[in-house]
Each structure stands twice: as structure tokens, then as C-alpha cells.
């Protein structure tokens, strides 16, 4: 009987699962981008310039000086607050469509970063530094 290293069990990317969740990924990434298009092209140029400033947000906060492992930068790259912001914006009295493609955008540049295993919680992680989440 042989037993794996603790490290090994803590690296979803290897294998068929991790093949299989960066497709998926790949996938939302592209459904996202589709969306967060037709939402520009419907409402006009505020709402494109919101899609891309939130789909650059990530790289922003890096130039802004907000570097791996700070509070700012995990927040900023888990996928949870622009899902939030999607959610409340569809179910809210609010309606000013920059706020939903700034959310689309934003979504969108972390399911890439995840599809390419990049950022927090990405696929690949280097043995010993714990699991991923999301």
C-alpha cells in the first residue's frame, strides 16, 4: 500500500479534475465576455469603458502597489464580490447598467486568470503552499 505526500492531495490541478476545471473556467470566461459585449454594445460607451476599467481592476491594484498576500489583493481576485455585485444588481431597485458590466468585466478577468491558473485560488498551486479555494 502506498500513500501519497500530504503535499501531492493539496494540487487539484493534477489530473483529469484540474483538465476539466479549467475548461469549465474557460467556458464561464467566454459566456462572461459574450455578456459583458452585448451589455456595451446595448447601453453604449459607459458601460464599455466600466467593462474594461473593472475587467483591468486586478492589474491596477498590483500597479498600485497592493502585492500577494495583502487583504486588498485576495479580495480583488476572489470571485464572490463581482458574482455579489451581479446578483444585487439583477435583484435591486438600482438600475444603471455601467454597474452590471463593471461586474461582468471584473468576473470576467478573474474566470480568465483561473482558466490560465493564475492568481489566487488558481489551479496550479506549488506543493506545500495548501490548497486552492475559490
Known amino acids: 500500500m502506498t500513500t501519497e505526500p500530504p503535499e501531492a492531495a493539496s494540487?487539484?490541478?493534477?489530473?483529469?479534475g484540474g483538465l476539466v476545471r479549467r475548461i469549465a473556467w474557460g467556458a464561464l470566461t467566454?459566456?462572461?465576455?459574450?455578456?459583458?459585449?452585448?451589455e456595451s454594445q446595448k447601453y453604449g460607451l459607459p458601460t464599455t469603458a466600466a467593462a474594461?476599467?473593472?475587467?483591468?481592476f486586478p492589474d491596477l491594484t498590483?500597479?498600485?502597489?497592493?502585492?500577494?498576500?495583502?487583504?486588498?489583493?485576495q479580495a480583488v481576485n476572489r470571485v464572490w464580490i463581482p458574482l455579489a455585485v451581479l446578483v444585487v444588481y439583477?435583484?435591486?431597485?438600482?438600475?444603471?447598467?455601467?454597474l452590471f458590466t463593471a461586474g461582468l468585466g471584473w468576473l470576467t478577468r478573474i474566470?480568465?486568470?483561473?482558466?490560465?491558473?493564475?492568481?489566487?485560488?488558481?489551479?496550479d498551486r506549488a506543493p506545500g503552499r495548501?490548497?486552492?479555494t475559490t
Open 62 to 73: 498590483r500597479l498600485a502597489g497592493v502585492r500577494p498576500p495583502g487583504v486588498l489583493y
Open 90 to 98: 439583477s435583484f435591486g431597485p438600482i438600475v444603471w447598467p455601467p
Open 11 to 16: 494540487t487539484p490541478a493534477s489530473g483529469v
Open 52 to 56: 474594461l476599467l473593472f475587467f483591468a
Open 130 to 132: 495548501g490548497p486552492a
Open 111 to 123: 474566470a480568465l486568470d483561473r482558466t490560465l491558473s493564475r492568481g489566487p485560488g488558481s489551479l
Open 30 to 38: 467566454l459566456f462572461l465576455a459574450a455578456f459583458a459585449v452585448f
